[in-house]
DNA sequence: GAGGTGACTGCGA
DNA sequence: CTCGCAGCCACCT
């Protein structure tokens, strides 16, 4: 096998945060688990730090910390927009916090496996 | 090859 | 509740 580990890495990532349904939020930790590095939360939020230069789109902006916290939107064009792209989508931010967190949490390693036997049946 | 950085998380004081 | 520290791993210089 060759180290095409890190390169997916970054594709993983991508991938799984495009996956998040509209009108929901994940977490660095949730994504990270599902990639088998729930130890390594950090590179989550790294490999997203150039989600903008990748096409198609990444929704990062449903990405938040593990206490909905917007911690990701000084990396956006404005210090707003983060805010606004959620809110856009129905999800309400107060204090560069998103409101119900706990609801809007979506886990890709729960969600997922879910969803697909739901949708099975 | 080595050192520093970071959109995180969990635990202790 | 707030503050600080350690661990984690890929990328950059």
Redesign the pocket.
């Known amino acids: 096998m060759k180290k095409e ?3 997916n ?2 594709d993983r990532v991508y991938c799984i945060t495009r996956l998040i349904p509209r009108g929901r939020v994940s ?3 949730a994504i ?1 688990c599902y990639l088998s ?1 729930g ?14 230069n990748v096409l198609p789109f ?1 929704p ?2 449903r ?5 909905g ?1 917007l ?6 064009g404005t210090p707003t927009l ?1 805010q606004q792209l959620l809110e856009n989508e129905g999800i309400i931010v107060e204090d560069d916090q998103v409101k119900y967190f706990s609801i809007l949490h979506w886990d890709p390693s729960v969600e997922l496996e879910s969803d697909y036997f739901s949708n099975l049946g």
């Open positions: 580990s890190t390169l890495f970054y977490s660095y930790g990270a590095i130890s390594a939360s950090r590179m989550v939020g790294y490999a997203l730090t150039c989600s903008h990444v990062a902006h990405v938040v910390n593990r206490s916290l911690t990701g939107k000084i990396h956006f983060m």
